[in-house]
């Protein structure tokens, strides 16, 4: 069985500072994570998964995430946000199944 | 590319009534996916096809809703007898490959249901 909890169902940053939304999972198979974004009456979009290989995952927009099997995450990162990073975001997990965390709403504060 | 297309957008019915919603795919992508978000929770998956056949139907509520892919191509979602608590989007997905819960899903905008 899969599983993702995401940590903070709100978070606020201000513009230019550090983007940091967690994700932690369960899995009893070898997993593969998304992180997708859903902005305001859209569907979501892929921002980065991770399946095999290289743990730090470069994504779109400037996101990145690391998988951390020891720590059971897949914590998102941005280095510097920007206004129009502000949507919900979701952690993913696939094995023999597909589970979406409850989401991470992002405000950005000018 | 056109994306995955879905309609209606919105839609208002009374409990007990039906609704149906319809999904056009990505063109070639092998498999589609029917998700439904509740107001501040995750998608949660209700029905996996690939092609035409359903690969994974476990947590579609059957006694009331009803899924079907004619060609493996455009698919409906129908709900029969609505409930309240069936207040929800409704959003379709499709993947290129006939690779299980591993690909990338692309989705559509998502149909909003309101049953009062």
């Known amino acids: 069985a899969q599983s993702v909890t995401q940590l903070g169902s709100h978070v606020s940053v201000s513009e230019g500072a550090l983007v940091l939304l967690r994700c932690n999972y369960s899995s009893s198979v070898p997993p593969y994570l998304f992180w997708y974004v859903q902005y305001p009456n859209q569907g979501l979009q892929l921002l980065l998964k991770?399946?095999?290989?290289?743990?730090l995952v470069k994504g779109i927009n400037g996101f990145e995430a690391e998988f951390k099997k020891s720590e059971t995450s897949f914590h998102l990162t941005k280095p510097s946000a920007h206004m129009s990073d502000a949507a919900e975001y979701f952690c993913?997990?696939?094995?023999?199944?597909?589970?979406f965390g409850t989401g991470t709403s992002l405000t950005v504060i000018p | 590319e056109a994306g995955v297309a879905q309609s209606p957008r919105y839609k208002i019915i009374e409990k007990r009534q039906s609704v149906a919603f319809w999904c056009n795919p990505i063109?070639?992508?092998?498999?589609l996916y029917w998700y439904q978000q509740i107001l501040g929770q995750g998608p949660k998956l209700l029905i996996q096809f690939q092609n035409n056949g359903v690969v994974d139907d476990s947590q579609l509520p059957k006694d009331r809703f009803s899924a079907e892919r004619l060609k493996g191509v455009d698919s409906t979602l129908k709900i029969q007898p609505a409930k309240l608590e069936d207040s929800a989007v409704y959003l379709c997905?499709?993947?290129?490959?006939?690779?299980?819960?591993?690909?990338?899903?692309?989705f559509g905008p998502g149909t909003r249901l309101t049953v009062l």
């Open positions: 997905a499709s993947s290129p490959r006939l690779a299980g819960f591993t690909d990338t899903q692309y």
């Open positions: 993913a997990v696939s094995g023999n199944q597909f589970y």
């Open positions: 991770y399946t095999t290989g290289a743990t």
């Open positions: 063109s070639g992508h092998a498999t």
